[in-house]
């Protein structure tokens, strides 16, 4: 294999007998990365896969699972569920579980994921202020349409609107969109509502990493439709067309 591409190499390795041999691990997760880096989940899945089969050294195979999980979550499998519970309680995995949960319409149970991996980040600890933000997002992402928590949900709307001038981040503008909807349907005001969901088309959110994957276009688009807002609505329709 001496000069040639890691996919022509992991091609190889797909059809090859698994003789626990770490090094084949990492080549198969690094082309897994470089999969996901170039939007191709499901190349990513294969090698991941594989490298399970191999299998990995018992102190890499909790990555191998996270790292499968995700990819799978990306592309919708039922299995990224188990494979990232059983991959370990991290918040970051958490973040994956709940979403791979939410998409999978187990919404209570992603309510608790994501409650798990806001409880695990330390109170102050400024490095993890995007991925408690998107965790925050996440939960009230599934709690808006759960019955037992919908109430909690509410409360925390308008404090979030109440800041929206200060979010800025692509996580923080994600939850400003779970928040926005929530206040349209508690029936409050409408212009609160239209300045928070035109903020999000005018600075270009609904074109930005993974705008579709945490519904952040519909939930927009939506709202400013019922609010009759239809030219900004369709100014975010196009916006996001165009990012499909």
Same mark, same amino acid.
């Given at each position: ?93 958490? &973040? ?63 404090? %979030? ?14 939850? &400003? ?31 930005? $990493? ?10 927009? %688009? ?19 067309? $165009?990012?499909?």
């Amino acid at each position: 294999t001496s000069g040639a591409g890691v996919e022509q190499v992991c091609a190889h390795l797909l059809l090859s007998t698994p003789r626990g041999d770490a090094a084949v691990v990492d080549t198969l997760r690094s082309a897994a990365w470089r999969a996901r880096a170039t939007a191709a989940p499901g190349s990513a899945i294969q090698y991941l896969e594989r490298a399970l089969r191999e299998p990995p050294p018992a102190h890499a195979r909790t990555a191998v699972l996270a790292e499968l999980g995700y990819a799978e979550a990306v592309t919708g499998r039922a299995e990224a569920v188990e494979h990232l519970e059983n991959a370990g309680q991290r918040a970051e995995l958490q &973040l994956a579980f709940g979403r791979a949960l939410h998409h999978g319409g187990r919404l209570v149970e992603a309510c608790e994921a994501f409650r798990r991996g806001l409880a695990e980040l330390p109170d102050a600890a400024v490095e993890h202020g995007e991925l408690r933000i998107e965790l925050e997002a996440g939960y009230l992402n599934s709690a808006l349409f759960t019955p037992e928590r919908a109430r909690d949900a509410h409360q925390r709307a308008p404090q %979030i609107l109440a800041r929206r001038a200060a979010l800025a981040g692509p996580g923080e503008l994600a939850l &400003l969109s779970k928040a926005l909807m929530l206040r349209l349907w508690a029936a409050e005001d409408r212009e609160e509502v239209l300045g928070a969901a035109r903020r999000l088309v005018d600075d270009g959110r609904l074109r930005v $990493d993974d705008a579709a994957d945490s519904q952040v276009a519909w939930q927009t %688009i939506a709202s400013l439709s019922w609010a009759d807002d239809y030219s900004t609505a369709s100014r975010g329709l196009r916006a996001a067309f $165009d990012d499909a």
